[in-house]
């Protein structure tokens, strides 16, 4: 849950930077599963121990999949689905990992599914996307966005 402090133990596997945050990718004991956490919010309360010595476990996934998969599926009031031109290799490269999660659609084109904790966050993400977007099934995000570009567009008439 948001804002509750927590205790774990964990098997550290990697640090990663995501361009904007440092990221520690960790199997967390008492979960049984592999877990992410913002380096940002770990708290030596009362202190960081050493534990007993362990091997190494195999991740299911590489580690920069495992923390962008951490980042972008935590539950966002606001979600879009945009269709953009390029294939998935071209908009890997073009678009920083944390925006989202992009999928193919088809040889030209990928989904990119991003999401916020508000319209104004969404419409920033977006703003990373190269070239013009369509919508595609974000019938909830459209109205906020449309009030976002409003919201821009008179402060420019």
């Not at 991740?59 to 972008?72: F, K």
């Not at 193919?104 to 993400?125: F, I, P, R, W, Y």
């Not at 990373?128 to 369509?134: E, K, L, T």
Request: charged letters at 25%; proline letters at 7%.
């Amino acid at each position: 849950m948001r804002g509750t402090i927590t205790s774990r133990t964990v098997e550290p596997m990697r640090l990663m930077h995501t361009g904007r945050r440092w990221y520690l990718a960790a199997w967390d004991i008492a979960r049984n599963d592999w877990r992410t956490f913002r380096v940002d919010r770990i708290e030596a309360q009362p202190r960081l121990t050493e534990g007993p010595r362990f091997i190494p476990r195999q991740p299911p996934v590489d580690s920069a999949t495992l923390v962008q998969r951490s980042i972008t599926s935590w539950p966002q009031p606001l979600r879009a689905r945009v269709k953009l031109r390029g294939t998935l290799a071209e908009l890997r490269r073009q678009l920083p990992s944390w925006v989202g999660t992009l999928e193919t659609l088809d040889g030209e084109h990928c989904a990119l599914t991003v999401g916020g904790d508000s319209a104004e966050m969404l419409a920033g993400l977006l703003l990373y996307c190269p070239g013009d977007f369509a919508l595609l099934d974000s019938a909830d995000a459209a109205k906020p966005l449309r009030n976002v570009a409003e919201r821009l567009l008179r402060t420019i008439a």
